[in-house]
């Protein structure tokens, strides 16, 4: 017989469609915290319309700075992003691990109201004791990387909706920037926290030209050194693959590798692709969302876009962040796997866990 909670959990998963699934990464240092931060026990909770309720939580202090660009940056980038070459995102003095991780069901529903008893975490082959848990609502430093490349001239209004429904979702103490790219990325907003100013400008971009998607993320990802807070997320709204970027698709999956920062995807594809880089293009957002932790949402129907920008609102608002101490003292600067693995209560479906999968030790 399923325990009262396993049945709580099921009738939960029963109840409705909780959104999507897994903004669930950015691995950050941080200073040691006294206290842990943990979630009294309770049972899932869902509301009529099928979203969790969101919770504000505690900011937690910043301790890392995000990848630096290459040292064959493009010169007109190199100098937007002001940045010093390959600095690496996790620094001196590792004292907590902090990872977000997002839970879904086989339906693709967000699963709330598990307890800290139900993870476990490893750092290469050794478990690590989680020293603290949360599960709540942060403030986010988000930007937005929209496409107004000429083929997005049709899906243009209902892009610019999708990105108000996502803000819709927003902690009121978030913060955002929007870079829009078509040859070449350009900063329509620096950091603010007035979606309006943000609404306002996005208006007056003209879809033309051609993809620059790879530059543009380069640009966002840097964009990130200027964040308030630990917690960093970009926002792609894309209809194709890359044609016009001078960056790499290896060098920008390096760059997100390093990065604090998650990833999150829409591609908007028609049904016949037009050229081998549309082929190609929601593999490639894919594979740069799952790198840090996030997702690629790929839709043929602009109709869906401000369905799935709320999808991720949602998701970024509903995450688990387990924190823990590493066991391994060695300040090397080399990359560290790590592995989060679910302990669910009897009686649950088969749930999926989405985190990202390592962060660099401190150099010194």
């Known amino acids: ?7 709580a959990l099921l009738k939960t998963l029963a109840l409705g469609a909780c959104f999507g699934s897994a903004l669930a990464s950015c691995v950050w240092a941080q200073n040691p915290l006294d206290e842990p931060h ?4 309770a049972h899932p909770k869902v509301t009529d319309s099928g979203v969790p309720p969101a919770v504000p939580i505690p900011v937690l202090p910043s301790g890392a700075n995000p990848a630096a660009n290459s040292s064959t940056a493009p010169a007109d980038l190199v100098a ?35 307890d800290r008893e139900n993870f476990s975490i490893l750092e290469g082959n050794e478990a690590q004791e ?20 000429g083929s997005m001239s049709s899906k ?5 909706e999708a990105v108000k429904e996502f ?10 920037f929007m870079i829009a790219f078509a040859d070449r990325p350009e900063e329509i907003s620096d950091f603010t926290q007035s979606v309006e100013d943000i609404q306002g400008k996005l208006v007056f971009t003209v879809p033309k030209g051609r993809t620059a998607l790879l530059d ?11 964040a308030k807070y630990p917690k960093r997320a970009l926002l792609i709204i894309s209809d194709g693959g890359d044609n016009h970027s001078r960056y790499t698709e290896n060098e920008i999956k390096s760059l997100v590798k390093e990065a604090d920062v998650m990833i999150y995807a829409i591609g908007i594809y028609d049904h016949y692709f037009a050229s081998d880089e549309e082929r190609l293009g929601p593999a490639l957002l894919s594979d740069i969302a799952e790198l840090t932790g996030g997702r690629s949402f790929t839709i043929d129907n602009p109709n869906d876009l401000s369905d799935v920008a709320t999808k991720i609102g949602i998701e970024l608002r509903n995450q688990y962040v387990i924190g823990y101490r ?11 796997k790590i592995k989060v693995k679910l302990n669910p209560p009897r009686g649950l479906p088969p749930l999926k866990v989405y985190a990202k999968t390592g962060y660099y030790a401190p150099a010194e």
């Open 1 to 7: 017989m399923p325990s009262p909670r396993s049945s």
């Open 38 to 41: 943990i979630l009294p026990p």
């Open 80 to 114: 937007s992003a002001s940045l010093k070459t390959r600095e690496k995102p996790l620094k001196v003095g590792v004292e907590l691990v902090l990872v977000p991780v997002t839970i879904t069901d086989p339906l693709n529903r967000l699963v709330t109201g598990l």
């Open 130 to 149: 989680i020293k603290n848990f949360s599960s709540e609502d942060a403030p986010v430093s988000i930007g937005v990387i929209f496409d107004v490349s």
């Open 156 to 160: 243009i209004e209902k892009s610019r």
């Open 167 to 176: 803000f819709k979702t927003a902690n009121p103490q978030d913060e955002f």
């Open 216 to 226: 543009a993320i380069y640009l966002g990802v840097n964009k990130m050194n200027q």
């Open 326 to 336: 590493p066991k391994n003292p060695v300040h090397n600067g080399k990359w560290r």
